[in-house]
């Protein structure tokens, strides 16, 4: 109730000069989903505009990919995802140059399903040795995904040795993977693996080779509602939010030194 008071507090010191209520379209990636999902319903509670969420990954040529979205030419107010992906939007002219704000920094982490025995990822040595030995291994077709199969299994020289377990999800998080027993263990951000209370988390990558990753918004080229998306792009970012931004896993941008 303190953090709904206080958003609403910040909520009404930077209301949009728009008095009208709008209805504000977003996609939105898996990353930020956790913390939005809470924020959006304060938001519509505070201000009366309607706020309309599609999802996709951050990266990929799925067809509900936010990269496949745009190119298709979907219209939306704001997007929402991993911080490199946003950039070659910006680049491509589908996001306005500017309007990018970070909301978030999220890490990788792994789930295994409750009951089973629990990996070892504390160290490098030890995270190498969990992949050696796992039957199988699922990770996300977004940014974290991509980061482990390019850059990490190649660095921890299991690529070779791994590349016939281990499977990236389309379109899916990868935490229903490992619940249903599609895999034994499963890698993505902790903000996605965290809302699984039916499995075990087991914890984030070790420092040496976490990813940190930044989930940003940005407002869409031609979006309809402008002013509306600013406004509520402020309201994800500010201070206010951080309570429920940090008990999804991540750490709120304002907070954190790139």
Request: charged share 20%.
């Amino acid at each position: 109730m303190g953090v709904a008071v206080s958003l609403g507090a910040a909520l009404g010191a930077a209301a949009p000069a728009t008095v009208q209520a709008a209805e504000i379209r977003v996609v939105t990636s898996g990353g930020f989903s956790a913390a939005y999902d809470q924020l959006i319903p304060l938001y519509e509670q505070a201000t009366g505009h309607k706020v309309t969420t599609e999802r996709g990954a951050s990266i990929g040529n799925a067809p509900d990919s936010i990269p496949s979205r745009m190119a298709r030419g979907e219209q939306f107010d704001i997007v929402i995802l991993a911080d490199s992906a946003l950039d070659k939007l910006i680049e491509q002219g589908k996001v306005q140059p500017g309007s990018r704000v970070d909301l978030a920094r999220s890490m990788i982490g792994m789930s295994v399903r409750k009951g089973t025995p629990i990996p070892d990822i504390t160290t490098v040595e030890a995270l190498k040795q969990t992949l050696l030995n796992a039957k199988s291994i699922a990770y996300s077709a977004s940014a974290s995904g991509t980061y482990l199969s390019t850059e990490l299994f190649q660095r921890l020289g299991v690529a070779d040795q791994i590349k016939d377990k281990a499977t990236k999800i389309y379109s899916e998080r990868v935490g229903a993977v490992v619940l249903r027993g599609d895999a034994e263990i499963g890698f993505q951000q902790v903000s996605e693996l965290l809302p699984f209370k039916e499995l075990q988390y087991v914890g984030a990558l070790p420092d040496e080779v976490q990813q940190r990753v930044f989930f940003s918004a940005g407002v869409a080229t031609g979006a309809p509602q402008a002013e509306a998306a600013r406004h509520l792009i402020r309201f994800l970012a500010a201070p206010a939010a951080a309570a429920i931004v940090r008990s999804t896993g991540m750490e709120p941008a304002a907070t954190t030194a790139r």
